[in-house]
């Protein structure tokens, strides 16, 4: 089972973070990972808990905001936000991103 | 941009760490409980739900750890851990706290002591605004580096230089101020309008002279001092138009001068009043070739630099010995930077005492780290337990020096005390030796230095023991019963011992070479004998000023005889030219039968002793031929001089001086025959004796001395009495028989004669006796250090001394055992200790006094001190291991 899982790449999950909340709005820290798990389509071994210190990374930042909450199962959590600096953030990322799968495809594409 | 954001942000969450863990637990928390809800809906028993949750969160320490990386700062986070630890640990052994804590703080304090002393006079800048453009200034002719400048000279010097931005003079004076209370002398000095401006004196109250006052014919006016408007004036705040009787004569009171104003150089002191220059009448004051003891400041004009002051001054002086060929011949400007002329003569001194007190902080890190070795071993065993548990070498490292550095600056904040009282003790042990003394204390700069050595001591004695701790190999430490120190760790120990021995030795080498030229200097012959002598200055009272000399002599011949008679007195004289020890005083003579010197710079000099005919036996001079003055050798009498034998050498060589003739400049139509040839007296001091190459000494008979001179005489005169018995009751006398004669008669500066000798070596004394206390502290220090590790090797041998025993050795063996190891680390020690001593002394070369920096009897006694406490040291240790009972030392293993 394990084995046809792939590791999260490095610098990544932040990017996947980002583009969570972006298409969820505000979200506690399991919905983030839950989500992220479910778009990976379940082919991402996620540890979950390496959400919180990328979180927290991202807060430092001024990407994203959080504050207490209550969650749908009438729980207080902690829900998480895009900032406005989080929004530019995303489109540099993408950018980014598109340009390394852009070069990735042309060196995997058959010659 | 956003690293710094992140920075700020783990920062202050370092300050609010509880409360961020609290909310994580709150959040992981919930994070179980929602997966765990919904691995229940998807039908699994709560069990498993709960298990699946935990396990892809990854597990809950493993996140909390990794967000706690992210939140924080890790290595502030470690430290605080590492201190938290550290203090425990030192709780745990107060035993070892207190000695290691009570070690470094006397080292500590005794370096803050001796820097802030450094620091107030070598290196705090001058308290004057722009203190490195200020200089002194003094006139030297061929024979005279440091001469008194004429005021016509200064007035032509300030005139025509173009490399100073004002330049001033000043001659010191005395006057006897009266009218307020008990007549009292004060101390005065008739400055030029620019010389408070210059040091950037602010009156604190009025102003200060102006050019205006400086005007012949202007108003009396005078500055005084803060003290003085105290003691005299009550403060009074209307004191400005106030008059001042000094000499006799009403003075304006135009401004005073700030208490906290001190100029320390050798030819200024703090005084009373201040006098507009002109204001000193005296018609010698306008003659180009008179030597009136003035000196001069100057302030360069910026980007001046002293070299181009000095051409430029030769120049100037070049032109006036064309213009005036008599006076000015051969005439030149000295100038030297103030801080220089300030601190010139202890800078050696105090740079030695701060080295050595600087080897007193090794000796007692070395100390501390022995101590930290030896007890390192027994806690191998603990950094062996977490190194198993994956602690790196460097993570121990770092907590151990964590726990050096806290005993550090343990020691460091502890050692502010003895640095206090050190401070203070050397002050009052001899403040004459040392400039500046009013500036030295506990600033700033001293906090940082104490800081930094207190730190850089941590590391010190830390280093070397956190690394070989840390080299403890977890295996064989762990294993039951094994031995846990290795052989290194008794090399690095042995290594301490030696370096103690080598490091104390040093130490005492300095002190014996002090000591052992303070003997030699105690021993040296000053010429006279300064034992029941005092002197003191005398001023008659204002009515003599102005009075015809018949008078004045008549009055110093009733004081005389007036004092003779008061019962333990036994001998008075005045002596108003040089006194030993004492101001100096010259004069100009040339031969009988040589044609006179067209300049005075080209005439000879003596130092002239202007005194009465007791003076010889007072002082106890040696008569070596002819005689002294008698009381017939008086103003009616032909001349009459008595000289030293370095004058009889210098100028009858091969000849009897007696009988011979000189002119002397200031009486030069009569002759004056020398009657009597008597021993040299050391004049500068026991160590020095031939400074600006000045040495004939001549005696003048008071009385015979020029009426001009008998008129200046009244507020100038000194005193030297010999008395029997109580010094106290012989000055009281003498106090009461003055007032009895004239309430207006002001005595003044009384010092015994003794205190003058011992103020000539107050500096190599004051150096002896802080050599000698850092040596003795050193050798404290190393006893302690030497018998620490002993006892710890023996207690380490315990095993193998019992074996040694059970297979027969006897007690005496094992002693010999123990103390020939001491013994082999003590002569190690020594020999090292006399090569770096030899090498390190060679700097105290010019404070020796007739002591070779090899002095091989200094080398073989502090040697041989060293030896015995290393011996006695070994001893108690020794004689623990020759009682070890075999069978009990056995069984422990």
Known sequence: MGESKSDVLQGTLDLMVLKTLEAMGPLHGYGIARRIEQVSGDTLSLNQGTIYPALLRLEQRGWIHSEWGTSETNRRAKFYSLSRTGRKQIEMETENWERVAATMARFLAPS | MDTLRTLLSRIASLFRSRRLDSELDEELRCHIDLAVEENLASGMSRKQARTTALRSLGGLAQTQALYRTQRGLPWVDAMMQDLGFAV??????????????????????????????????????????????????????????????????????????????????ARFSAFSLTGRGEAEQVEAEFVSPDFLPILGVRPLLGRLIAAADNEAGSGPVVLISEGLWRRKFDAVPNILGQSITLDGRDFAIIGVIPANFHLRVPSFRDRDVYAPIRRWTNPLLMERGAGLGMHGIGRLKPGVTLEQARADMEQINRSLAATYPDADHGIGTTIIPMKEEMVGDVRLFLLVLLGAVGFVLLLACVNVASLLLARSAARSREFAVRTALGASRGRVIQQLLTESLLLGIAAGALGLLPAFWGTRAALKLLPAALPRAEEIGLDFRVLAFTTAISLLTGVLFGLIPAFKSSQTNPHSALKEGSRSSGGSHHRALATFVVAEMAITLVLLIGAGLMIRSLTQLWNVDPGFNPRNVFTFGLSLPPNFEGASPAKIRAEFRAINDRFASIPGVTGVSQAWGALPMNGEDDQLFWLEGQPKPKSQNDMSWFIDYIVDPDYLRIMQIPLQRGRFFTRQDDE????????????????????????????????????????????????????????????????????????????????????????????????????????????????????????????????????????????????????????????????????EIGIRMALGAQRGDVLALVLWRGARLALIGVGLGIGSGLAVTQFMRSLLFEVSPYDPATLAGVSLLLIAVAFLACLIPARRAASVDPMQALRTE
């Open chain 2, 88 to 169: 425990r640990t030192l709780r745990k052994n107060p035993g070892f706290t207190l000695v290691a804590v009570l070690t470094l703080a006397l080292g500590i304090g005794g370096n803050t002591a001796m820097f802030s002393i450094v620091n107030g006079v070598l290196l705090n800048p001058l308290p004057f605004p722009e203190p490195d453009r200020l200089v002194t200034l003094s006139e030297s002719k061929a024979n005279f580096a440091r001469g008194s400048i004429s005021y016509p000279n200064f007035l032509d010097w300030q005139k025509e230089n173009r490399s100073f931005s004002a330049m001033a003079t």
């Open chain 2, 636 to 799: 009616h009498a032909p001349l009459v001089i008595v000289v030293d034998e370095v004058f009889a050498q210098k100028f009858f060589p091969g000849q009897d001086a007696i009988g011979k003739r000189i002119h002397l400049v200031y009486n030069s139509d009569k002759l004056a025959q020398i009657v009597g040839v008597v021993g040299h007296v050391k004049q500068w001091g026991l160590s020095s004796d031939d400074k600006q190459s000045l040495r004939a000494q001549v005696y003048l008979p008071c009385m015979q001395m020029p009426d001009a001179f008998i008129a200046m005489s009244p507020s100038a005169s000194s005193v030297v009495v010999r008395y029997e018995g109580s010094l106290a009751r012989a000055y009281e006398s003498i106090r009461s028989a003055n007032r009895q004669m004239s309430a207006q008669q002001v005595i003044y500066g009384d010092q015994t004669m003794e205190s003058l000798v011992s103020d000539s070596i107050a500096e190599r004394r004051f150096a002896m006796i802080l050599l000698g206390a850092f040596a003795m502290l050193a050798l404290l220090l190393a006893c302690i250090g030497i018998y620490g590790v002993m006892a710890y090797l023996v207690s380490q041998r315990t095993a």
